[in-house]
Structures are given as C-alpha cells and as structure tokens.
C-alpha cells in the first residue's frame, strides 16, 4: 500500500444548540464530507464494523449511533451487516451465539441498529483465510471469511485506553477486530506471570482463563507459559496488579504485530475501507472489560477519515490537548500536552502503532483536521 504524505481527518464536536446540532446529523454530514458515499456503489455488502461490547461493560459506541452510519450507507444504496469477530479469552462473545445474544442485550437488533448482525468468523471462529503481507513478523495474516468477503468496510470505533495497546481506535479495531481467534492468538505473543508477593489469592484469574493455563497451590496463582495463549485477560482482572508481562521485550512485537494484522485486514480492499472514530467515554480500559471505567478526559467528538493512522494521530492528539481527568485511573500528565495514555498505562508503546503502521504503508501520521 502507498502512504499518502498527508490525509484528511473531519471532525465534528459535540456541542448542540438545536435539532440540527445532534450527533445523528453531524455523523450524516462527516459521511457525506468525507465522501464516503463511494462505498455504497452497486448495492455493495458493507460491512460495518463494531465492537458490541462485553458484558457488564456500557461504553461501547451506542447502537443509535452506529445506526446513522447504516442510513447513510442504504441512503446510497449498500447493504450493510454489523458485524465483529470471537474473542480468544472465555466471555460473553467466545462463539457466535453468545455473541449475538450479548449484541441482542446491547440494543443491536434491526429495529435498533437497521441492519442484521453477522459474526464474521462463523460459528466458533473457524472461518477465516490467509492474506499475504510479507512483513517482519508476518509473512500471512488470518482475516475472517466475512471480512474479506465484503465489498467495503466501514469501521467504527470507540477511541479509549488499553492496557497493552496504550490506545485502542481504528488501528486497533482492524488488528484483533476482523481476526480470528486464531489470529488474535498470534498477536497475542507476551506470556504472563504472576508475583507471589502481590497475589492474595482471590482467583479472578482463575476464573477468566480461556486455557486453564492459572494454576493455584497455597492461595496463590501462577501460570503455566506453555499453555498461556497471551489473551491478559488475567492482567486486566487482577486487582493487586500480581500479573504482568516482560514489558520491556514483550511489548514492543505484540504492538508491531497488531499493526501487520490490520494491514492485512484491509490490503485486499484498497479504497473500500473508511473509519469513524468517536472520541467519547474515553476510558482506560478496551471495551472488553467486562466494566466501564470513569474517563480519563472529557467527551470531544466525533472523525472520519480514509486513513486509519491519520484518525488515530489525530484522536490521540485531541485527547492529550485536554485537561486530564482527577478521580480516574489516570496517574499522572494531567496538564494539557501532556501523554494522557502513558499518564494512565505507563509501560505502554502505543505510539509505536502509528509509526510502525506509517513504516509499513497502512496509512500517514501527517494530517490537517477539517472541522465541520
């Protein structure tokens, strides 16, 4: 893919004074503005691609929201589906049927959302295929048969703070999002352990492990590496924070090999893949937490953009512009300008998703932010 040396980002803010100052219409004209009306040509089945959101967890972009997305696609004339992947660690979407019953729970029926949900890696995440990329750590990437069977993709997501990833937006949602279980599990390479002295035997981890990889003997947790699939599932339970990985090593690949996944979730469809990214509840945590964290900073809005490194670099930078939030999980860079990810998830490289992701052609960091 060739990186453009500079994209264009819309962006709609969130303050309203009248009927046609609401999120619905100002999702209508970043559509339009953005151009992506190009999307819906021949009747193009779209996928539109969300995250519904674990259990528990309520801050995943609203289904009345995505819905103004799915109007504007069958205003021109797509025939769009909702539509995301099976998680690799034990939840409330580990198969399509727990999936969709959880997407039913979250308000995302056709009454709803206007459009029907399909899990796009069948069943029990077993349909998929290899797309090349010939990268550094991937020469073949799985993508899910739904994903690469779409005539275009729209991607919708929920800019927030993770972990691992230091950020989770539009790269993000293309990476784990549109792979496999079996995919997600190479991404996944750090392996985790356990420091006795932290743990106080509470078993969350235990109860959260896709493999039984958690072993307990004297009401203390360890686990078995060779058995571990990298999920951090374990990571993100544990209160005392007793679960870590080899940050300094481990980080940096895992990153890397996100990044060569959402390459290839998108090489075979050049100019059919759009973004919108909303810049609300912005919490630290993935919305596969199965809860929601108070955010870290204000609500700012909403962007789309044909590039998914040019909407990321332009979200993260509207966040670290504000006024952190006291009483978060965030720790420390409050002042404007400051790194409110890193301020929040100190070991983190999410940064490394953006330059990596220009290195390797998915899309440019140099942008100009057009307000609509």
Known sequence: MNTPKQSTVYFAGLRARGPKDNKLSRIAKLFDKAGFKSLAEDGALTAVKVHFGELGNDTFISPVLVRAVVDRLRKHGANPFLTDT????????????????????????????GAPVLIADGLRGNDWREVEVGLKHFKKVKIASGILD??????????????????????????????????????????????????????????????????????????DKSMCVG???????????????????????????????????????????????????????CDCASWSDAPIVPDIGILASWDPVAIDKACLDLVN??????????????????????????????????????????????????EI
């Open 86 to 113: 099976a998680t690799l660690y034990s939840g409330s979407r580990q198969n399509a049927v727990d999936h969709l019953r959880t997407t039913v729970m979250h308000g995302f029926n056709y009454e709803t959302a």
């Open 150 to 223: 779409a005539d275009s993709l729209v991607a919708v997501s929920h800019f927030k703070g993770h972990e691992m990833a230091g950020f989770g937006g539009a790269i993000k949602n293309l990476a784990m999002g549109c792979s496999p279980p079996a995919g997600k599990r190479e991404q996944h390479s750090p392996r985790f352990q356990v420091n006795a002295g932290k743990c106080v035997g509470c078993a969350e981890c235990l109860k959260v492990c896709p493999e039984n990889a958690v072993k307990f003997a004297v009401q203390k947790a360890s686990i």
């Open 231 to 285: 999920c951090g599932e374990c990571m993100t339970v544990c209160r005392t924070k007793a679960i870590s990985m080899d940050w300094a090593t481990e980080l940096g690949p895992f990153t890397e090999k996100m990044v060569e996944y959402a390459l290839g979730a998108v090489k075979s469809r050049p100019g059919k893949t759009a973004y919108f990214n909303f810049l609300v509840n912005i919490t630290p945590d």
């Open 321 to 370: 512009r504000q006024h952190g939030l006291h009483g978060s999980q965030l720790g420390t860079n409050f002042a404007p300008g400051g790194h409110k990810f890193l301020g929040t998830w100190k070991h983190t490289q999410g940064d490394l998703q953006l330059s990596y992701a220009e290195e390797i052609g998915l899309g440019t960091q140099n942008y100009v932010l057009k």
